[in-house]
């Protein structure tokens, strides 16, 4: 049952990893924080059981956790997204892993994307692990509202894939978290578009001085 599965969360003492621990672990998965600093590691658990007292944390290095997690997510930044895979690739054989990076780099405060002549980050992260399910999610959700929970996440999140069971997990997955409408978004090619965005989104975010997320009007219910 997906309620009971262990969710590792690689990158999970940054904002994105640490808002992802807090809202699934609020729908009831048990969390483990992956992390090559314990000190970052227990800092972030106590942090998250300040928010949320009874939340099921636990803290590893990330080979231990995508050995020990069901499903795994990567959010770790661009600079550490390969050699990230290459040490833990072993043990993702056969699991999903969704993947959070996004490429980006900055001009004057400006964000742009990185062009991959893989296309995206999450097919970079396919060639690499070939026997592994990648999805490619949760790009566009902002952190400071994953991490306070006075905020709604009224957001969608884009889901590309190539396995479509795994997708549909995923999709599920995301709609545990309160606000969030899961969008099918394609195959994993299509992710570039979804990484992409998130340029815009932090540049929109610059100007107005929010936290901006997304919404599709028109699509089927």
């Known amino acids: 049952m997906l309620s009971k599965e262990i969710i590792g969360i690689i990158g999970g003492t940054g904002p994105e990893g640490q808002g992802l621990a807090l809202r699934l672990g609020l729908a009831g998965f048990p969390i483990i924080i992956g992390s090559r600093n314990p000190e970052k590691g227990t800092a972030a658990i106590e942090k998250l059981l300040s928010i949320a007292p009874d939340l099921s944390l636990s803290c590893k290095d990330n080979l231990s956790t995508a050995e020990q997690s069901d499903i795994v997510v990567i959010s770790v930044p661009f600079e550490a997204h390969q050699p990230t895979l290459e040490a833990i690739k072993s043990h993702l054989v056969g699991k999903i892993v969704i993947n959070v990076v996004v490429p980006l780099t ?95 989104l932090i540049n929109l975010n610059k100007i107005y001085k929010s936290h901006t997320m997304i919404r599709f009007t028109g699509l089927p219910a």
């Open 106 to 200: 900055f001009n004057k405060g400006t964000a742009y994307p990185v062009v991959l002549p893989e296309g995206s980050a999450a097919v970079q992260s396919q060639n690499l692990l070939p026997e592994s399910k990648v999805i490619s999610a949760f790009h566009n959700v902002a952190a400071p509202h994953l991490l306070t929970l006075s905020h709604s996440v009224d957001c969608d999140v884009i889901i590309c894939g190539d396995d479509e069971q795994a997708k549909r997990k995923v999709c599920s997955l995301a709609e545990h978290i309160q606000g969030v409408k899961s969008i099918d978004g394609g195959p994993l090619s299509n992710a570039q578009f979804s990484e992409q965005l998130t340029a815009l």
